[in-house]
């Protein structure tokens, strides 16, 4: 069995965004020369996540109205017990809870085996500084 790994830094100067990193992903499939195998790309910071969705711009939206109801930013210590330890991100670590850390996809025939309108997002949910992203690939 072959591996393959690779790290993307990912810098969002907002504080929630969704960047699409499908196109980077399925560059690394290629690169590992892997054809039948798995594809594991997670987010290594605790307030960011990697998921699958559709590209659609409202759908985004929809996500980060949905979020900021759940855990609104607020960066009081009032509000988050965490910020009481200098942080003000506590909602951030709320968010990426939900959207989760990890996904892995089957790679088949040397391409990520995607279902129809599937594609990988990195969300930032504490962005302005330098993030890792982890893409993995197993296989033969």
């Given at each position: 069995?072959?591996?393959?790994?690779?790290?993307?830094?990912?810098?969002?100067?907002?504080?929630?965004?969704?960047?699409?990193?499908?196109?980077?992903?399925?560059?690394?499939?290629?690169?590992?020369?892997?054809?039948?195998?798995?594809?594991?790309?997670?987010?290594?910071h605790i307030t960011a996540s990697v998921f699958i969705n559709d590209n659609e711009p409202?759908?985004?939206?929809?996500?980060?109205?949905?979020?900021?109801?759940?855990?609104?930013?607020?960066?009081?210590?009032?509000?988050?017990?965490?910020?009481?330890?200098?942080?003000?991100?506590?909602?951030?670590?709320?968010?990426?809870?939900?959207?989760?850390?990890?996904?892995?996809i089957a790679v088949t025939g040397g391409r990520l085996d995607f279902g129809p309108w599937e594609a990988i997002f990195y969300g930032e949910f504490d962005g302005r500084r330098?993030?890792?992203?982890?893409?993995?690939?197993?296989?033969?």
């Amino acid at each position: 069995m072959k591996s393959h790994t690779r790290h993307l830094t990912m810098q969002v100067p907002a504080r929630m965004d969704f960047v699409n990193i499908t196109r980077e992903v399925e560059a690394e499939v290629v690169a590992s020369g892997i054809r039948e195998g798995l594809c594991l790309v997670n987010a290594m910071h605790i307030t960011a996540s990697v998921f699958i969705n559709d590209n659609e711009p409202g759908l985004h939206r929809d996500y980060k109205n949905w979020l900021e109801e759940l855990a609104p930013f607020d960066p009081s210590p009032e509000t988050y017990h965490h910020n009481r330890t200098g942080e003000d991100n506590a909602d951030a670590h709320h968010k990426r809870q939900i959207m989760g850390r990890e996904v892995v996809i089957a790679v088949t025939g040397g391409r990520l085996d995607f279902g129809p309108w599937e594609a990988i997002f990195y969300g930032e949910f504490d962005g302005r500084r330098p993030k890792r992203v982890l893409i993995k690939i197993i296989g033969e």
